[in-house]
Every structure is written in structure tokens, then in C-alpha cells.
């Protein structure tokens, strides 16, 4: 059974910073591209970052620079460092796991973490 398990989020001012963890389990981590997507009310979920098994990253317009993504293999686990928050950044985010080969593809969803950054 495949599991993505994300922690980390909860309620942070602007300028404030938050880790998000999301620890798998029933796939073979290392051979899956992982990222992180948001959704904010009302909007559609969007890609915020995602880091390859060769770990290789790129990052959303709206983060670079803010946001860091990482992952430890040795703990099927990928982080998600959040800095300089800002109220826009406000959403629920979700860890994803991807991998696509030439004949199928495997792709599951955690079930998400709220951010929230207000003063």
C-alpha cells in the first residue's frame, strides 16, 4: 500500500519561515520524481516545486528563491523549506510522487498540509 504522510504545515506571519516533510512509504522512493504542489480556495492546484532521482529541482516563478526542495533517500522522505512567507503563499500543500516509464505510469498524492500565513 502506497503512502505519502506530509507534516510541517500550520499557521506562520509574513517573513516567517515553515519546513514540510512528507515521508512515503510502498514505493520505491529513490526512483520517483517528487514535488510539491499547492492549492489555494477557489484557485486551481498549481506545481510549487519538484526535485528528480537525480535531484535536479526547479521551482515555480512565485518561490524561487524563497522555497527550497530536498530530499533524503535514506529516509523516503522530501522537504519542502519554506522562507520569507508571504499571505499568498497561503494554501494546502501536497506531496507528489511520479514516475513515468514508456509503457505505464505511477503517480499518487499525499493528502495535504495547510499553510497558512496571516498576521
Known amino acids: 500500500q502506497v503512502q505519502l504522510v506530509e507534516s510541517g504545515g500550520g499557521l506562520v506571519q509574513p517573513g516567517g519561515s515553515l519546513r514540510l516533510s512528507c515521508t512515503t512509504s510502498?514505493?520505491?522512493?529513490?526512483?520517483?520524481?517528487m514535488a510539491w504542489y499547492r492549492q489555494a480556495p477557489g484557485k486551481q492546484r498549481e506545481l510549487v516545486a519538484a526535485?528528480?532521482?537525480?535531484?535536479?529541482?526547479n521551482y515555480a516563478d512565485s518561490v524561487k528563491s524563497r522555497f527550497t526542495i530536498s530530499r533524503d533517500n535514506t529516509k523516503n522522505t522530501v522537504y519542502l523549506q519554506m522562507n520569507s512567507l508571504k499571505p499568498e503563499d497561503t494554501a494546502v500543500y501536497y506531496c507528489?510522487?511520479?514516475?513515468?516509464?514508456?509503457?505505464?505510469?505511477?503517480?499518487?498524492w499525499g493528502q495535504g498540509t495547510q499553510v497558512t500565513v496571516s498576521s
Open positions: 507528489n510522487a511520479d514516475r513515468t516509464l514508456v509503457s505505464t505510469a505511477y503517480n499518487y
Open positions: 526535485i528528480s532521482s537525480l535531484d535536479t529541482t
Open positions: 510502498g514505493i520505491r522512493f529513490s526512483l520517483y520524481v
